[in-house]
Nanobody
Framework: QVQLVESGGGLVQAGGSLRLSCAAS????????MGWYRQAPGKERELVAT???????KYADSVKDRFTISRDGDKNTVYLQMSSLKPEDTAVYYC??????????????WGQGTQVTVSS
């Protein structure tokens, strides 16, 4: 099992910044992807950004050039620096962990979610 503990959500005005953090613990894999998804009211959960253990990153088009994902390998922690926030960024943000284990099996885990609200 993998446990994910998120922090950093909150209320911010449009144009402001927030940083989300997510610390992973438990049975971690050396080959893994961590990242963030979000879900706004009435909408499906969508990818925000991910980063692999080799530091390869992927971003949703809607957040490119505004959000930056990074990770601290020693702390098994992933960060999402969000800048130039817009009201449409308002959502519950979920931390995500995907690890490759024995015989190529993939296991995915989710955090509890942290609310980000951007006021106009």
């Amino acid at each position: 099992q993998v446990q994910l503990v998120e922090s950093g959500g909150g209320l911010v005005q449009a144009g402001g910044s927030l940083r989300l953090s997510c610390a992973a613990s438990g049975t971690l894999s050396a080959i893994n992807t961590m990242g963030w998804y979000r879900q706004a009211p009435g909408k499906e959960r969508e990818l925000v950004a991910t980063i692999t253990n080799t530091r390869r990153t992927k971003y949703a088009d809607s957040v490119k050039d505004r959000f930056t994902i990074s990770r601290d390998g020693d702390k098994n922690t992933v960060y999402l620096q969000m800048s130039s926030l817009k009201p449409e960024d308002t959502a519950v943000y979920y931390c995500y962990y995907s690890g490759s284990y024995y015989y190529g099996s993939i296991r995915q885990y989710w955090g509890q979610g942290t609310q980000v609200t951007v006021s106009s």
